[in-house]
């Protein structure tokens, strides 16, 4: 019987692979998960011992159809290198690496791909998981996938032309959101008496109700800031400040995260070729 493969265990690997357990898609006994320092594996072997764990990527993908490659972007190649002997038309290959394209995957291993950006609000079952997959995947290979990653949050099929803008809005976008609302602590502790403890812990307690507001209470952005800034009153004056300078850093923002994509995949496209 075949088993699911899940090589790399870092940040996102540990995330995803903890989540789908914990939240039933997987069974333990169905997977095997590899890593490059196998010792990182002790802990979920510990919490789950029937999951098999190894260091021999080729081992794994002689035993699964289904393989998820959670190693960093530049590992990708070398993974699917190791693997190639043991994969045929039959494999299905996940990959999470940001800029690394569908086409290039496919020069390495012309198969069944599947490309995911997830995003670290899954570790609380929330946020958004990109997915496209290529033309050889089948529905049902298809719907295997996305039901995974609806178990750890919402599924977002996309075409790949997509995956940089919306990678920043889903997937950098927590790192964006901290900086952001870690700088308002900051200013809010600089021209107070209360401490960066203090500002830190109002700040995001009042980040999160407002989710809440936005999420469950079916508020849009603009009922919002029309309910909270009273006409004539103190919010309205921090209100423009924002609609200022907000527009411009955000869209350097964007520019300057797309330019680096687009590095980096050229970086890429000539790995993969070479
Ligand atoms: N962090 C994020 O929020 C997001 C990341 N991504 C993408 O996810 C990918 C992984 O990122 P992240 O989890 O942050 O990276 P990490 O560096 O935390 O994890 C990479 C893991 O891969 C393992 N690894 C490396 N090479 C091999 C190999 N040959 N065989 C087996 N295991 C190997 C490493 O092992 P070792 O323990 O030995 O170092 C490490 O555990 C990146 O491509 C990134 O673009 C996508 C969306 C969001
Ligand atoms: O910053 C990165 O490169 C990765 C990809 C998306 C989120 N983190």
Redesign the pocket.
Known sequence: MSKIGF?????????IIEGLLSSNVIKPDEIIV????KS?LEDIKKKYPEIEIT?N?AYLAGKCRKIFI???????K??IE?VKDEISGDSHIT??????TMENVEGAFPGKITK?????TSKVNEGVSLICHNEEVTEKEADFVNNLFSSISDVKIIDEENFEAG?DLT??A??FIAEIFMKFAEAGAENSNFTPAETQDMVIKTLYGTAKLLYEGNMGFEEVISRVATKGGITEEGVKILEKELPNTFDELLKTTLTKNKKIKEALNNQMIN
């Not at 090589?7 to 995330?15: A, C």
């Not at 990959?95 to 690394?100: H, P, Q």
């Not at 995911?116 to 670290?120: C, D, E, F, N």
């Open positions: 090589i790399g265990y870092g940040s996102m690997g540990s995330m590899s890593n490059r320092t990182k260091d990527n959670f190693v960093g972007t530049s590992a990708v070398e993974v190791e990959y999470i690496a940001a800029a690394l995911v950006i997830p995003s670290l990678s997937s950098c927590p790192a």
